[in-house]
């Protein structure tokens, strides 16, 4: 027996933990900061933080959310500085995500090439060349009158196979634009291999698929729907999933996988880590988690009122995704988060 242990228990009986070669004693390993550093399990990176980004046509001058407190509908120059900055402080990448001005029935603007998020993704490219890897949005509902991430057909419901040719027409709008990652992000059956086969047909062979492989119709994306001026009614629940249903995201996964995915994602993030942990332990190709709008707002909010400290909780949340085996986090929080990190490397 050692003789540290020994003197604490002096006089008393040994505790259950009194093992007859020393003591089980986890806490010593954290007893200093640089204890607790040196054997750290989860260590979060600037790189692995995706930023999310809105781009509004018409605008003037950045449209903050009032739902989500410190993101903002950019411009297209103030988008430009916000990637700049955003790319400096280390970010991984940047997702964008455009709102047009004129909607119709079949999302015209997404594949126009003079489009809002097509412009975008080719301001960017000129502004920060290879320096980052940029992704883009590729679903209609940002750019249809009713608000849906598929065409309708004449009963109203969305049809899966005619939205498959409008994915494929914006697929190659963002590729020609110079987006490096395409994420899909609609639920259509068969829209990674039809994207894909539309890739390869004009020659994009490199551009890369992440695919929203289990996206769940949650009640968390509440803001999303203010940031990107949404006008649907009702629900997704014909395309996404039912929040209670796990291994059907394994299904989802393993489709996408077949159909040449290169990422996949899951869709919220923290409700779903159990989701997430299942899809590292089934994928060969990276897993990826989405920190949504709603997570994103109860934080800030929460933050806001006093009931938690802001940037603990920020950090806390991401490393709960690198625990459950998340490769990278797309989160609104990626450069001030990119910031926080190279203050206080891990
Ligand atoms: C659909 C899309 C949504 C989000 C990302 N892509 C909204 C939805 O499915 O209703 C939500 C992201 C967030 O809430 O942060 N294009």
Redesign the pocket.
Known sequence: MTSAPARRTAGREAPAYQLAHGAVRPRRLRRTPAIRRMVAETRLHPAELIL?MFVKEGLSEPAPLSSMPGVVQHTLDSLAEAAKEAVDAGVGGIML?GIPEVRDAIGSAGDDPEGILNRAIRRLREEVGEDTVIMA?L?L??FTSHGH?GVLDETGAVDNDATLDRYAAMALAQAEAGADVLGP??MMDGQIAAIRHALDAAGHTDVILLAYSA?YSSA??G???EAVD?Q?SGD?RTY?QDPGNGREALRELELDLAEGADIVMI??GLPYLDVLAEAVAASPVPVWA?Q???E?AMIEFAAAAGAIDRMPAILESLTAFKRAGADSVLT?WAAEVARELRREPA
């Open positions: 999310p995500f949005d679903c509902d940002e991430c992000s609609g996206k968390f994306y803001p999303f729907r949404s649907l997704r996404q869709k919220p989405y949504i709008s709603g994103y609104y």
